[in-house]
């Protein structure tokens, strides 16, 4: 099924793990972000890239890692998983090329809870 | 420093009647704004977006108003049905720079 896709869906995890939240895309679009949703600070920007093996700091990106091997996808890993993570953390992507709306197209999310 | 702000947090409207969602800015070189609308448990998705050379844009129930010299912009719902009941992100970027500053999101509910 066409679209952008996260897994998994729901996560409990402790403090000190690594935790990997993965991200699909099967629009071959060439923008990928991560946000995270917390209460009173809406959506915040954590990693975004631009192309596969270009990636670039957001607004929170301390204590997160992203990569970018291949166009359609754009896991983010915390690397040591701390309470202050606990959030929803969603997807996006956009196609700046694509002549048409400016906008971007978010996944469904995954609530992370860190333990 | 919050660039993009909503004062609100939440808002009742009766249904069939207009919601009016308020959105403030401060930096200058935001020249494209959008709406992205979210219920729970799902991605935020698309609304309606407006760039910097028009005051407002319309489509279908929902109108979007910009005050470039307020640094404001509204977001129109009329008339308002019990599924416009979500969570309402005002965004905006530079034109021809992919990223989007949101702002905290305004809860609205329609009551029946």
Redesign the interface.
């Known amino acids: 099924d066409a679209g952008?896709t996260q897994s998994p869906r729901y996560k409990i995890t402790e403090t000190g793990r690594q935790v990997t939240l993965m991200c699909h895309q099967t629009w071959s679009h060439s923008?990928m972000?991560w946000?995270r949703q917390d209460l009173?600070?809406?959506?915040?920007?954590i990693y975004?890239s631009?192309a596969a093996d270009i990636t670039d700091k957001?607004e929170v990106p301390d204590g997160y890692v992203v990569s970018r091997s291949k166009t359609e996808n754009f896991p983010l890993t915390l690397e040591s998983a701390t309470r202050s993570q606990t959030s929803v953390y969603?997807c996006?992507s956009?196609d700046?090329t694509s002549g048409g709306?400016?906008?971007?197209?978010?996944?469904?999310?995954t609530r992370l809870l860190v333990l | 420093d919050q660039q993009v702000k909503q004062n609100s947090p939440s808002l009742s409207v009766q249904e069939g009647r207009i919601s009016i969602l308020n959105c403030d800015y401060t930096n200058s070189m935001f020249d494209y704004f959008l709406w992205y609308k979210k219920y729970p448990a799902e991605g935020p998705t698309f609304l309606i977006s407006i760039s910097s050379i028009k005051d407002k844009n319309e489509d279908g129930r929902f109108t979007v108003f910009l005050n470039k010299s307020a640094k404001h912009l509204s977001l129109h719902i009329v008339p308002s049905q019990p599924g416009d009941s979500a969570v309402y992100f005002c965004a905006a970027k530079h034109f021809g720079n992919e990223k989007l500053t949101f702002g905290t999101g305004t809860r609205l509910t329609i009551i029946p």
């Open positions: 952008i923008y972000f946000y009173g600070h809406g959506l915040r920007l975004y631009a957001g969603f996006a956009s700046p709306l400016e906008t971007q197209y978010f996944g469904p999310g």
